[in-house]
């Protein structure tokens, strides 16, 4: 049974910084494509930011130059480096992962809470 685990969230003026963990386990293949989402209340889980298998990246626009993901293969374990935190970043953030290339991954935690206090 595969799990994803996040940690890290938390409460942090703005300007500050924090860092997103999420422990994968249970998956008998490589996860191909790992990303962090976020929803916060009354909107849609938006895409923050994934990284597939080789390493290549991609941001929403609203965090590019802020926030960078990175993901420890032989640890299954991805992460969440966010710097510049504004409060418009509060939300929830999901860890989501997949086996194969989509943009709708299968798995997911059970979320983190980031706030952002101006």
Known sequence: QVQLVE???GLV????????SCAA???TFSFFVMGWYRQAPGNQRELVASIIV?????????????????RDN???????????????DTAVYYCGADIIP?????????????????
């Open 25 to 27: 386990s249970g998956s």
């Open 74 to 88: 032989a640890k299954n374990t991805l992460y969440l480096q966010m710097n510049s935190l504004k409060p418009e």
């Open 13 to 20: 003026q703005a300007g500050g910084s924090l860092r997103l």
């Open 7 to 9: 940690s890290g969230g």
């Open 102 to 118: 989509t943009s709708k991954p299968r798995y997911w935690g059970q979320g983190t809470q980031v706030t952002v206090s101006s």
């Open 54 to 70: 080789s390493g290549t990246t991609n941001y929403a626009d609203s965090v590019k130059g802020r926030f960078t993901i990175s």
